[in-house]
């Protein structure tokens, strides 16, 4: 059995174009070197570490014991796992078993280093120096397990260790990384082209403006739903209605006022744009009617601030007629007082 195993080693040199690798057993010479010297560190590390404490040890001193001694003994652990049982563990996380002990032996070689410098702090300052002859112990062999793993590509016993292993896939943290590609700018949406409105006065009275149209513009119908869409009534009607209700508001002798109305009603028959009689005309109105002024006015509110202004161009709707002053609604449904209603063109 052992003789197959040469066999196959010598034929996997052949074909690396590598010559043979000997070592003790199943370990390179590098192998058994690192072993053999954590053997030594970790028989060390139970002796004090401190020249004032007796009993004190790496490993009863907090938990320094876990870089100083714990890390390293993991490693050399994985090292003799992985010829042992070579479909075992591979790496740990993205680094490999090698690369691995390296960290390890690094660390702690850092870490009793940090102890020996401050023994030189305590003696400069007259405390004494603190560490014991453990400390240099383990500093000279954890920097010779870092000669073993770090520098062993560049020695020449233990390069052979490095030299024509199978090139296998890296693992995706050990990768080259990635390029990063620049953030695309953000491009702000386009609105929406907003639904023209089925109704709209004052758009249709400015195109017949632009026109040249001078004829004035025709009452739009009333808006389908409104409390205040009613039938328009001519003014010439209201008049007569207004006639028609003042004798059963007021009677009169039928003697005293024949003459009167015989020659109001000639008149009405003979001019019918005559003007009503002033207690008529003043008369407050809830009939809605559409207006169309002159020129530009503002609608004020109750306190006299402007709320929208009424023009030439549409007409607007009158929801009170108070005599003196009108009551006009918006198309977004504002709703405030006209108080010139001199030269208005009822609709």
């Known amino acids: 059995m052992t003789d197959d ?12 174009e590598e010559p043979p690798q000997y070592g003790v057993g199943p370990f390179s010479i590098r192998e058994v070197a690192l072993v053999g010297t954590w ?49 075992g563990i591979r790496r740990v996380g993205s ?15 850092v870490l009793w280093l940090s102890i020996l410098w401050n023994s030189f702090v305590r003696l400069s300052i007259g405390q004494g120096f603190l560490a014991s002859w453990v400390v240099w112990v383990e500093f000279f062999l954890m920097l010779g397990g870092v000669v073993l793993t770090v520098g062993a590509p560049f020695i020449a016993p233990f390069a ?14 050990a990768r080259p990384v990635r390029r990063v590609s620049p953030r695309p700018a953000y491009v702000r949406p386009e609105p929406e082209p907003e ?24 009452p739009p119908a009333a808006p389908a739903g409104d409390e205040f869409a009613t039938t328009v009534i001519p003014v010439d009607e209201q008049a007569a209605r207004a006639e028609e209700s003042a004798p059963a508001e007021e009677p009169a ?77 918006h198309e977004d449904g504002r709703i405030g007082y006209l108080h010139d209603v001199s030269g208005v063109t009822r609709g």
């Open 39 to 87: 053997i030594v560190a970790f028989v060390v590390s139970f002796f004090p570490i401190s020249v004032f404490d007796v009993s004190p040890s790496v490993w009863t001193s907090g938990i320094d014991w876990v870089l100083t001694i714990g890390v390293p003994t993991v490693a050399v652990f994985l090292i003799a796992l992985r010829r042992l049982s070579p479909q």
């Open 160 to 173: 052979q260790d490095f030299r024509g292993r199978p090139e296998v896939p890296a693992h995706r943290s």
């Open 253 to 329: 002798p039928a003697a005293a006022n024949e003459p009167a109305q015989a020659r109001e009603s000639f008149e009405h028959v003979e001019n019918p744009t005559s003007t009503v009689e002033p207690a008529a005309a003043t008369a407050p109105q809830h009939q809605a009617f559409w207006a169309l002024v002159p020129e530009e006015r503002d609608i004020v509110d109750e306190i006299g601030i402007p709320v929208f202004r009424i023009g030439p161009s549409a007409w607007a709707l009158v929801i009170e007629d108070r005599g003196e002053v009108f009551v006009v609604r």
């Open 195 to 218: 639904a023209e409105p089925e109704y709209t006065p004052y758009a249709t009275a400015g195109a017949a403006a632009a026109a040249g149209e001078t004829a004035t513009p025709e």
């Open 5 to 16: 195993k040469q066999d196959a080693s010598i034929d996997e040199a052949v074909a690396t």
């Open 95 to 109: 680094l490999g078993i090698d690369q691995f002990a390296s960290v390890a032996f690094s660390v702690a070689t």
